[in-house]
């Protein structure tokens, strides 16, 4: 894994800062990026509150460039993306009339982020919609499935920020493993060129990197189910599928792989494919194979 430095030029109107907040989950920390070269800015994603190491970083960087942020573009609701948004909106970073926007969310969750002030008003991103400062201009895509409010943004030239919907290092977490899918595809369609992800470092052959993380869902669908097939007539959890399909990974990210199983659970249960029980006290699912379900 290449160290990301705190702060790198990746292009003329282009300029990467580390959130600074690194951690199991976001590696070594997220990645925001600065857009344009003119006196006015654009800004992918915040990183985490109360950083004051990136909160110095960016700071530094817009006085040296002598320029400031007209616009916040969030690519989702996760506090490590949106955290920075209060100590940046109403300092001498941001523009008195910077839009700070993010895409709904389309759950029954209130569109609320805790980290934000309710003081600062979030604009509801719509896909296809387009932002420009002087040299820089980016479209947005709608990419549900890593949440549901998940956006990736395109430019002319092929680049794509793909915030957590694919990262630099590893695969990604989601809540929606169908609509992951179709944005994984819609991605592949697109046909980046190169892509900056919201953690790790930059991806220079995405099609690869799209494709892999396509067969890679696929084929640990087949392992959980496999898992089952071996065992059947028996109830398991998430964590018992994890403790074996993921058996090669460190265990101090078996958390975040029980989620990704728990997805594909449900997934295979709507297809009848498992059957579900539940327990109503501690709201457990266990998952069964029997021979009768449909493969």
Partial sequence: MALIPPV???????????G??????????????LLGNGK??????????????YIEQLNGVLRQEQASIGTIILTHWHHDHVGGVKDIVGSTMANKDCQVFKFKRSDQTPDVCPEIPSHIQVQPL???QEFAVDGAK????????????????????????SGDCILGEGTAVFEDLFDYMRSLDKI?????????????????????????????RNQREQQILQYFV???????QAMDVVKVVYKETPEHLWPAAAYNVDHHL???????????????EDDTKTYSYQASSAL
Wanted: glycine share 6%; charged share 20%.
């Fill in 8 to 18: 790198t030029r990746l292009t003329s109107s282009i300029i990467r800062i580390l």
């Fill in 20 to 33: 600074c907040n690194p951690s199991p989950m976001t590696l070594q920390g997220t990645n925001t990026y």
């Fill in 40 to 53: 006015k800015r654009i800004l992918i994603d915040t990183g985490d509150e109360n950083v004051p190491q």
């Fill in 126 to 128: 719509t896909d296809s």
């Fill in 138 to 161: 980016v479209r947005i895509v709608h990419t549900p499935g890593h949440t549901t409010d998940h956006v990736v943004l395109t430019t002319d030239d092929g680049t794509l920020f």
């Fill in 188 to 216: 592949l369609k697109i046909a980046p060129k190169r892509i900056y992800p919201g953690h790790g470092n930059v991806i220079e052959e995405p099609l690869g990197k799209i494709e892999y993380y396509i067969q890679h």
């Fill in 230 to 236: 071996e065992r059947p007539c028996v109830q398991w």
């Fill in 266 to 280: 449900s997934k295979l249960h709507k297809e009848g494919k498992l059957q579900l029980s539940s327990n109503s």
